[in-house]
Each structure stands twice: as structure tokens, then as C-alpha cells.
């Protein structure tokens, strides 16, 4: 987080993490498109994130003006030293859950990523605001949202529900990652 209070800008990091395949770069590319914005991307040849992609956002609120970077990280663990990168002065996460029954236990371990990547920069998973998406909800196989709840969630974590590829829920889990922000935020300053 950045403030500059001569300009009442303050900035957060954004980040959209999760297992490789899960639907982060889709997410970002809709929110970009739902708000007329522009992403950058590093990317292979296939698609799959390289580096990140990165979008930024505004939002003005009480007289200050929100700046969001966004961004997404490669789920895949060979690019794992680029994801520990991404993840630096990171303040909020998504937490894109791929709701196959295939991808089950890959999406378990991963919390277990999530939280070692926040303890690099000395943060924990209970103080950072965090919302879990349960994403591809349209899959003939995604497991009912009961079950992923139970079986992936983050103990007191909001979690949401998404057609990222349709867009759907997209914007929701946006704005409920920005409320957890600034309720930490407004804590913060009092
Ligand atoms: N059926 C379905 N497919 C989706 C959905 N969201 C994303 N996908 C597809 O899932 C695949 C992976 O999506 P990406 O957004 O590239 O996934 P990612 O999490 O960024 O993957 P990495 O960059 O490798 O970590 C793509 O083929 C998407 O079109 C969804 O809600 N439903
Ligand atoms: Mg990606």
C-alpha cells in the first residue's frame, strides 16, 4: 500500500492467485473489459500466464482516489519464483478456486501455497484480506458449492461464485475484495 496524502492517492496490490488453469487471467480480462481497460500480458504461446497480467483500477471514495493494481499470478509451480515475485507487497488476494471435482485436492494444497507465498513478505493468511472464488461453476463436474466449502475454504474468508468465461460473478467478488480492503483499510487509519 502506498498513500500519497499531498495528492489523496492511496494504492493497493491486488493479486489473483490459485491453481494453473483455475481462471485468473480470465477474471482480470473481464474486469478489464467490463470497465473499458486495457491488460497487459505476459504470456506464452498458449495463453497460460508467464509473468502476470496487470490492469489497474480507480476508484474515488470520500474524497480520496483508490488505485488498484491487479494482478494475476502463473499457477504453474515451473514458474514458481515469478509467483513468490508477483506476490510482493501484495495487501489483498482472490483466491481463484477451480470448482472441478478432477482439481480437488491440487485447489487444497494450494491454500497451503497461498500461505507460504504471503509468509515470505512476513504476512498470514488471518490479517490479509482474502476472498475465495469458487470459479467454473458451468462445469459438468464442479463439485456443489456445499462441499467446496467445506472442503476448500479459508476460516473466516467471504467466499463468491463465478462463470469467470461468461463473466459472471466477476465483478462481484471485485467489489467484495475491495470492501475487506477498505474495512481493513478504514482500521487502519483509524
Ligand atoms: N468452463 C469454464 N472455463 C473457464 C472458466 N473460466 C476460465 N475458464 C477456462 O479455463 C482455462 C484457463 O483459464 P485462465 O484464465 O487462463 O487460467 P489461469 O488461472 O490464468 O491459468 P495460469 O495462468 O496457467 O495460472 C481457459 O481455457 C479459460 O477459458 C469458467 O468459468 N468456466
Ligand atoms: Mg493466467
Do not use: W
Not at 1 to 30: C, P, W
Not at 91 to 107: G, K, Q
Not at 114 to 121: A, F, I, S, T, V
Amino acid at each position: 500500500m502506498l498513500i500519497d496524502s499531498s495528492k489523496g492517492i492511496v494504492r493497493f496490490k491486488v493479486v489473483y492467485h490459485g491453481i494453473a488453469m483455475s481462471g485468473k487471467t480470465t477474471n482480470i480480462e473481464q474486469l478489464a473489459q467490463q470497465s473499458g481497460l486495457d491488460v497487459l500480458s505476459f504470456d506464452t504461446k498458449e495463453e497460460r500466464t508467464l509473468v502476470f497480467d496487470f490492469i489497474t483500477k480507480k476508484i474515488k471514495v470520500d474524497g480520496f482516489t483508490l488505485t488498484f493494481s491487479i494482478y494475476t499470478i502463473p499457477g504453474q509451480d515451473i514458474y514458481r519464483d515469478i509467483r513468490k515475485m508477483v506476490m510482493r507487497g501484495v495487501d489483498a488476494v482472490v483466491f481463484v478456486v477451480d470448482s472441478s471435482e478432477r482439481r480437488l485436492s491440487e485447489n487444497k494444497e494450494f491454500v497451503r501455497t497461498l500461505e507460504g507465498d504471503l509468509k515470505l513478505y512476513g504476512k498470514d493468511i488471518e490479517s490479509t484480506p482474502i476472498v475465495v472464488q469458487y470459479n467454473k461453476r458451468d462445469l459438468p463436474d464442479a463439485l456443489p458449492l456445499d462441499v467446496l466449502q467445506r472442503e476448500v475454504s479459508i476460516p473466516g474468508k467471504k467466499t463468491t461464485e463465478a462463470v469467470a468465461l461468461q463473466g459472471k460473478g466477476v465483478q462481484e467478488t471485485f467489489d467484495l475484495i475491495v470492501e475487506e480492503l477498505m474495512e481493513k483499510f478504514r482500521k487502519m487509519v483509524g
